[in-house]
Every structure is written in structure tokens, then in C-alpha cells.
């Protein structure tokens, strides 16, 4: 069965990402992107969700919010809680989305939405510096980058 992502947040979240998972990746017609932004209401957002999926009616869905417990968030649980063909995730990052996204057809549903988590996680950390970090970079000592 097709899958497909919605990407979803405050703002320009949704459309930030698409510029940057097209340039890494090129365009992807299973990704849909659905700002949200200070014009719309739950029920705006709700109905920008529901053409998708309405022009998507055979596929599984995993929708991507920014943040848990914000509006994007509240308003896709709303819409998948119920659906066993719909998965939501949220606060994934661009190194977990990407990995994911170009793995979905390998993966059921559910694997996709917890690959995307795992994927974050392993993605985020601290950068630990090095003494003479600055000759890593071809730069003379004691002067900054």
C-alpha cells in the first residue's frame, strides 16, 4: 500500500523543510507540506489535512508535526487516533525525517513512524570540541575561524 508523510508546523515549518528535503533529496509526490500559520484555526488547518487525504484515500498516512501538543499536533491525533491506517510523530528532526522518507517503502507504517524517532535521536548531539580544534581547519594557532 502507498504511504505518505505530512509534514506539518507553526509558521513556515512545514515549507522550510520541503526546500530542504528537496534540495537533499529532490521532490518526493508522497510528501505533502501544511503550514501553519497565524491566518489559519484548528479547523482550517483540519480541512488543509483533509483534502490531502481525501486525494489520498487508498494510502497510510504519517503525519510529522513540529512539536508535541501543539495545533498541528492536536489536529492530526485528532484525525489518525482512530485510524489504523494513520501514524503521527513529532519533534523528528531533518536527519530522522530524510533517513526515513527514503526508506518508507521498505517499512510498514508503524516501523516508518518509529525509524523517524530513532533516527532523530541518533542525529541530535552535542559536539565535543578537541584541543587544537583550529588546525582541523587549516587554521593557524591561537587565531579564529
Same mark, same amino acid.
Request: one cysteine or more.
Given at each position: 500500500?502507498?504511504?505518505?508523510?505530512?509534514?506539518? &508546523?507553526?509558521?513556515?515549518? =512545514?515549507?522550510?523543510?520541503?526546500?530542504?528535503?528537496? +534540495?537533499?533529496?529532490?521532490?518526493?509526490? /508522497?510528501?505533502?507540506? %501544511?503550514?501553519?500559520?497565524?491566518?489559519?484555526?484548528?479547523?482550517?488547518?483540519?480541512?488543509?489535512?483533509?483534502?490531502?487525504?481525501?486525494?489520498?484515500?487508498?494510502?497510510?498516512?504519517?503525519? %510529522?508535526? /513540529?512539536?508535541?501538543?501543539?495545533?498541528?499536533?492536536?489536529?492530526?491525533?485528532?484525525?489518525?487516533?482512530?485510524?489504523?491506517?494513520?501514524?503521527?510523530? =513529532?519533534?523528528?528532526?531533518?536527519?530522522?525525517?530524510?533517513?526515513? %522518507? +527514503?526508506?518508507?517503502?521498505? +517499512?510498514?507504517?508503524?516501523?516508518? =513512524?518509529?525509524?523517524?524517532?530513532?533516527?532523530?535521536?541518533?542525529?541530535?548531539?552535542?559536539?565535543?570540541?578537541?584541543? &587544537?580544534?583550529?588546525? =582541523?581547519?587549516?587554521?593557524?594557532?591561537?587565531?579564529?575561524?
Amino acid at each position: 500500500m502507498r504511504k505518505i508523510v505530512i509534514i506539518s &508546523g507553526h509558521g513556515r515549518y =512545514a515549507t522550510g523543510l520541503q526546500s530542504t528535503l528537496e +534540495l537533499l533529496a529532490g521532490k518526493n509526490k /508522497d510528501l505533502f507540506y %501544511v503550514d501553519f500559520t497565524e491566518e489559519d484555526t484548528d479547523e482550517t488547518l483540519k480541512n488543509k489535512f483533509m483534502e490531502i487525504l481525501e486525494e489520498n484515500k487508498d494510502s497510510e498516512v504519517l503525519f %510529522v508535526c /513540529d512539536i508535541i501538543g501543539g495545533t498541528p499536533f492536536k489536529v492530526a491525533a485528532a484525525i489518525s487516533n482512530f485510524s489504523p491506517k494513520m501514524e503521527l510523530v =513529532a519533534g523528528c528532526n531533518i536527519g530522522g525525517i530524510l533517513e526515513s %522518507v +527514503l526508506m518508507k517503502d521498505q +517499512l510498514s507504517l508503524f516501523e516508518l =513512524a518509529e525509524n523517524m524517532v530513532e533516527g532523530s535521536k541518533k542525529s541530535t548531539m552535542v559536539f565535543k570540541k578537541i584541543n &587544537g580544534s583550529a588546525s =582541523a581547519f587549516n587554521v593557524p594557532e591561537g587565531e579564529g575561524i
